[in-house]
């Protein structure tokens, strides 16, 4: 079950023509791949488009109605694979993942779909995580498109152009008989908007059919002779064909007067910035109407040249507002400029920042100084000349102040006592060479635990220290996420580790779920998905690939038992890769499924028992030694109204979500006895009340009889 | 806090932007933390208004505990669609709304807030950051250059704690910061069209609504801050008649015998002496009296009137804490006490019928065992490590102690009874040598560095919590000392004292004091 539910939402698929579709980026994708006449979709999750495998994942019955077939592919290679359907078969099909790190996983099968090339539309939809936000390297897809010879679609971030740009990329990828992505920003994913609304198309032929008359076509195996020809075929067939489509379709487009001296060729997505900084320098009405000539690149690759160099043909300056690095469109259009002996002084990473997220600022300065140097009359005096800010200097002194917030695990995250008790460990046996993988265990690299040094990709984790395998005075220690562990690490991580005989220790973290990128099921989820095979466990798979030594935790929280394990996988003498799997499910999901079943458990006056911590204000001492082991954020700090205290003590705030954590932490820290658990009993029974009460009662008679024959605290006032 | 009311929105006409209508409002959160709800509730009142709105946002891993902002654009509706950013931009920032007070000096160094523009309405509470809570003493960043960092930047702000708010009427804090921006008149929507939003959320729309109203009326005006719940440290005061007279009596004795110190040091005297009586007993207290007097007449005869007595101060603080160190005994009293369970079940019993049972989560050791023992007894066990170890194979391990049991109950209580042979035992004279030892080192400096006497004095702050982290603690005491010792004779010692104990207290290791000795020893060598 996915953190977020869109079960609601999806119902909106199935609006009629005309009708306002509203809502996010993504469900508008959605909506778009039905009104495209799609005959399979799936992909991989991960920021920004996991949302969207979520919603298909909702979707699945509407999806269903229509013929269409959705799998929740194993990996984003996997999902690029499953194209080839529309290599041999005349059926649009559509998968999704994020970029780059996911085109970098599909590589391989990305290549080989470019090379047969397709006959049914092949759409490919990215999450570009670049900038503000992102938890990846920042690198482009250009350079994929460019080198397997595939589309990209870079659309202006508004619905009915994302929409409009899923259908063009159906018709370019069939109109060129190749493979189109489609690019979508972090922001353009999350946008709420507006589009209208067309018929949902049933697919031509569905994926039935298809099973049912299979056909094969020797030219499009990538495999020689043939892939000799695939190659001829991209340069002199598909690219030619791709820019006519783009040009008689005016797929890119144009605004602006026909006539300026100067003017701005942008991709798509960066269409919104550059209009808002027109709009801040006079230069555009809130409608977009530009003063000066946009032209607007919603496909980015291929360029069409002569498009660009009509756009060029009586201007004097252009700048290329292309983000990311290396300036692969400048490049290309410069060269394009000069074999045709073009005039235009053409700029773009001279004015805007060689590297980085063009953010507003950014975008705004650069178009500002471009222009200053190129046609000042179109600015005004404040533009021309503008002024410093007086408010720097506070600025730059809150900037000292402000403490960073990087995002951390969430309270009552299961993951937090593994890294606590690694934490232990290591204060016994010294520190260790640990890699991380991906996912939100990645978290422990951050304070307080500052554990793990390296992440090297998707399921790679425990082969990213392969070079230790060979052991030494002390083991290795990887850490990988059952995500990554059932995307690749099953191979690449552990059945390496087994056959090159690795004295490392592995520490499989399972949550249940595919849990950084929104809690998706995978196939050791525990939850019975009806559509789905899950339940498959972890270590059965490493029994299956010869793991002898593993230690399964089935309650990550029970960190004495986790060091000790750990420990053990440390210092036994076992040959061969050590693998702890430690379980407990993912808080916030666990909270999602439970907290309505138990309101309602309490309304229909069910007996329910809900855990809370708490710590005794008095008996904290405020050294804080609990959140360097743990951090959970429900710990805060209090200043206390007592002259003799100066440093603050901890309390726990109403988040605590009872999972013991700190408990536990502080037990096998041996810390301090300030924790305890109160569990609350709703609705209890009626001999359990009765006890209860006579239980306070004698307990408040002791305690009366001790504090008459003592001073306490509130008799002593003077 | 700050509170600044201001007239209806008066929007600025800089440019096409302005004339056509568009309001840009920028939402920074903490993920998690009500953000999202915040946004999709203006999302939805501005689109039920007939404006164009556009929402982005950057969830991705950001969701998860760190700072996430959220991005609005609205206009009045028109047939054609208007072209917005996705992102705010320094300078182009209409409403900051910020959740807490660290988030909107966020905005600030991010540059979204300029004096010409940008009205801030931000809650002034406090979710404290990592790098404030992991330092071993007070890492709390201090909010009033940030407060005033505000002022300064921001066209107009409104400032309440609206977490305080929320929780008042268990409502969740995007209902107080909806209601605080329905009540600065900033956007052009009528009160009942921010409740109706409320309502068609469909959940928890009382509680929202009791917020939100309250949240409204004081970004109004019309109501005033509550002044913070300050939690009385005394739930309730023992009836009268229940009190042990003999005991009062010699109680107010010993508050008149305070009143006989000098002015400056009877506050925290008296807080010094509450906490030994309530540790311990009035004899105790009395000890504690008669050696701050005997300090008092030494500073005194030290010129300490002409510095406000600025070493009994400083003692009084300290020995109190000396004196009433954290043992078992100290634990099982404090957590068997009335007030404590009046605490909890004000907390967690409601009215509702429920009940709860209350787990300590303790981890005695060998030493703890030994420590309750008398002191001869204690010793000769603490010098054998095959007693040590036996005791600590029976002894030491994470135990639950159910306390609202009896027989829970009765454990800690019973431990707490050894209150009357404290003073027999093992630890209390190893504590009382220690602070002894430490009140003459620092009382012997009094005549040649008063400044540095005071600072031997604040070294013991260096010392508290239990097991590995109290012995840390001795630790880091040992290595102060040692490297005051060094500047002992230098006129500037205080300035270096006063560093180190700063050093010792910057992270648990003591890498940040092992720096600061490195300083230390490479010059006086």
Redesign the interface.
């Known amino acids: 079950m996915a953190e977020r539910s869109f079960k609601k939402e999806v119902q909106q698929l199935k609006i009629p023509a005309g009708e306002t579709f509203r809502g996010e980026g993504i469900l508008a994708i959605t909506k778009a791949l039905l009104e495209s006449g799609v005959g399979y979709v799936g992909g991989y999750q991960g920021a920004p488009i996991s949302h969207l495998m979520d919603v298909l994942a909702d979707a699945e019955e509407i999806l269903g109605d229509l013929g269409v077939h959705f799998e929740a592919n194993a990996s984003e290679a996997a999902a690029t694979a499953m194209l080839a359907a529309s290599v041999s078969y005349p059926i649009r099909g559509a998968v999704t993942f994020k970029s780059v790190v996911g085109t970098n996983v599909a590589s391989d099968a990305l290549s080989n779909l470019a090379s047969a090339g397709v006959k049914g539309g092949a759409l490919i939809v990215l999450g570009e995580d670049y900038g503000e936000g992102s938890s990846i390297l920042q690198e482009r897809v250009h350079a994929f498109a460019m080198k397997s010879q595939v589309w990209l679609l870079d659309p202006r971030p508004n619905l009915p152009s994302m929409v409009k740009a899923v259908k063009d990329g159906f018709d370019l990828s069939e109109a060129s008989s190749t493979p189109v992505m489609l690019e979508l920003r972090i922001r353009a994913c999350h946008v709420h908007g507006a589009f209208v609304a067309s018929e949902n198309k049933r697919p031509p032929v569905t994926v039935k059919e298809a099973l049912a008359n299979p056909s094969r076509d020797m030219s499009r195996v990538v495999l020689p002779p043939a892939l000799f020809h695939h190659e001829q075929e991209k340069v002199h067939q598909r690219w030619p064909a791709a820019q006519k489509f783009i040009r008689e379709r005016g797929l890119n487009e144009s605004f602006g007067p026909k006539d300026g001296r100067v003017g701005l060729i942008l991709q798509g997505g960066m269409y919104n910035t550059v209009v808002r900084a027109l709009q801040r320098l006079g230069l555009a009405d809130i409608n977009g109407d530009s003063d000066v000539p946009l032209y607007v690149l919603n496909v980015t690759y291929p360029l069409v040249d002569d498009e660009f160099l009509d756009f060029c043909a009586d201007k004097s300056a252009a700048l290329v507002v292309e983000e990311g690095q290396p300036a692969y469109i400048e490049q290309a259009f410069a060269a394009v400029l000069y074999k045709n002996k073009g005039t235009v002084q053409l700029s773009g990473k001279d004015y805007l920042p060689p590297a980085g997220e063009y953010t507003g600022a950014v975008v705004h300065a650069g178009i500002a100084g471009f222009l200053r140097d190129h046609q000042p009359g179109l600015l005004s005096d404040r533009d021309r000349a503008p002024n410093r800010p007086e408010t720097d200097e506070t600025v730059k002194q809150l900037a000292e102040i402000v403490p960073q917030r990087p995002p951390g695990f969430c309270t009552g995250c299961p993951e937090r006592p593994i890294f606590a008790a690694m934490k232990l460990v290591e204060e016994e046996l010294g520190e260790h060479q640990i890699a991380g993988d991906i996912g939100c265990h990645l978290f422990s690299t951050m304070p307080p635990f500052n554990i793990g040094g390296s992440t090297m990709g998707y399921g790679l984790g425990p082969a990213s220290n392969a070079a230790f395998d060979g052991g030494g005075d002390k083991r290795a220690i990887s850490v990988l996420g059952d995500g990554g562990f059932w995307h690749s690490g099953l191979t690449a991580s552990v059945g390496n580790a087994v056959f090159n005989q690795s004295d490392g220790v592995v520490m499989i973290v399972d949550n249940y779920y595919s849990a950084a990128t929104g809690g998706q099921d995978i196939l050791s989820s525990r939850a019975d998905n009806p559509t789905k095979a899950t339940q498959h466990p972890i270590e059965k798979a490493l029994a299956g690939v010869g793991v002898e030594w593993v230690r399964t935790i089935d309650r990550t929280y029970d960190v004495g038992k986790m060091r000790d394990t750990l420990r053990e996988a440390l210092t036994t003498e076992a040959s061969g890769p050590k693998v702890i799997v430690a379980s407990s499910e993912c808080m916030l999901n666990r909270q999602r499924r439970e907290r309505p079943i138990r309101n309602q458990a309490v309304k229909d006056g069910k007996r329910v028992v809900t855990p809370k911590f708490g710590v005794d204000e008095d008996v904290c001492t405020g050294d804080h030694a609990c959140i360097r082991l743990s951090g959970c954020p429900s710990l805060g700090l209090k200043k206390l109204d007592d002259p003799l205290r100066d440093d603050p003590i901890v309390q726990i705030d109403e988040s605590c979500v009872g999972c013991g954590n700190c408990g536990e932490v502080a037990e096998a820290a041996v810390l301090c006895p300030s924790f305890y658990q109160v569990d609350r009993v709703q609705n209890p029974g009626r001999f359990e009340a009765a006890i209860s009460r006579l239980r306070s009662r004698v307990i408040a008679a002791l305690q009366n009889w001790r504090e008459n024959r003592r001073l306490v605290k509130q008799d002593l006032v003077a | 806090m700050n509170v600044a009311v201001h007239a209806d929105f008066e929007r600025r006409q800089d ?3 302005d004339a ?1 209508g ?1 309001i840009r409002l920028a939402v920074l959160a ?3 933390q009500g953000g999202g709800v915040l946004t999709n509730w203006i ?1 939805s009142l501005a ?1 039920q208004n007939g404006y164009f ?15 996430t ?1 959220y991005y609005i654009e609205m ?1 009045p509706g028109s047939d ?13 920032v209409d409403i900051v709304v910020a959740s807490e007070l ?2 909107a ?2 905005a ?2 991010r ?1 979204f807030v ?2 010409d523009r940008t009205r801030l309405i931000t809650s002034t509470h406090r ?12 890492g ?3 909010p009033q ?2 407060l005033d ?1 505000l002022e ?2 921001a066209r107009s702000v409104i400032a309440f704690d609206l977490a305080a708010v929320a ?1 008042r009427h268990k409502a969740h804090i995007s209902a107080s910061l909806f209601g605080a921006l329905a009540g600065s008149r900033l956007l052009p929507f009528e009160r009942d069209a921010f409740e109706a939003t409320i309502r068609s959320s469909k959940r928890g729309v009382e509680a929202s609504l009791a917020a939100f109203h309250e949240a409204f009326e004081l970004a109004r005006g019309t109501r005033r801050e509550a002044a913070p719940a ?1 939690v009385p ?2 739930p ?3 009836p009268a008649a ?3 007279k003999v ?2 009596a ?2 107010q004795a010993l ?1 008149a015998d ?1 009143e006989t110190l000098p002015k400056p040091v009877r ?2 005297a ?6 030994a ?2 540790y311990q ?2 004899d105790y207290g009395k000890l504690y009296l008669e050696t701050l007097r005997r300090v008092v007449k030494e500073d005194t005869a030290h010129g300490g009137e002409a510095r406000n007595f600025d070493f009994s101060r400083m003692l009084a ?1 300290h020995l ?2 000396a004196m009433c160190y ?1 043992d078992v005994i100290r ?1 099982a009293d ?8 009046e605490r ?1 079940d004000d ?2 019993g ?1 009215s ?12 005695p ?1 060998a030493e703890e065992f030994a420590s309750v023992l008398p002191a001869g007894l204690g010793r000769r066990l603490k010098d054998s490590p095959l007693g040590l170890r036996i005791v600590g194979r029976i002894f030491s391990r ?1 135990r639950r102690v159910r ?4 027989s829970g ?1 009765l454990i800690l ?1 019973f431990v ?2 050894l209150r009357r042979f404290r003073r027999r035992l093992l630890r209390h004279h190893t504590e009382e040598a220690h602070w002894r030892d430490w009140l003459d080192r620092a009382t012997v400096q009094l005549p040649r560095n008063y400044d540095l006497a005071v600072e031997l004095l604040r070294v013991r ?1 260096l010392i ?6 109290h012995a840390r ?1 001795h630790g880091k005491y040992d290595k102060v000392i040692a490297g005051i010792a060094l500047v002992e004779g230098r006129d500037d010692a205080a300035e270096w004292a006063r560093r180190l104990i700063d050093a010792g ?1 910057q992270d ?1 290791q003591g890498k940040t004091l092992e720096g600061a000795l490195e300083t230390v020893r490479s010059f006086v060598d």
Do not use: C
């Not at chain 2, 404090?334 to 369970?341: D, E, G, N, P, V």
């Open positions: 440019d096409a932007l056509a568009l903490v993920g998690g999302l689109e709105v556009q929402t982005t946002s950057v969830p991705g891993v950001a969701q998860r505990t760190g700072a902002i206009l054609r669609q208007p072209v917005l950013a996705l992102m705010p931009t320094p300078g182009d660290m988030e000096g966020r600030v160094t540059g300029t004096p979710m404290h950051a990592v790098s404030e809570k992991i330092v071993p003493g007070d709390i960043v201090n250059p940030v960092g300064k930047t929780e300050s440290d005394v309730q005061t023992r229940a009190r042990p005991l009062a010699r109680w508050v305070v506050d925290m008296l807080a010094g002496l509450q906490k009586v309530d007993d009035a603080k109190a804490n954290d634990v404090l957590k068997t006490r009335r007030q404590r369970y909890i907390e967690y409601g509702d019928g429920s009940v709860f049972t209350v787990t300590e989560y303790m981890h050791r994470g306390t609202d049991r009896l109950f209580f707490a009874g702050r508290k919590g239990y097991g590995d982290t603690g207290l648990a």
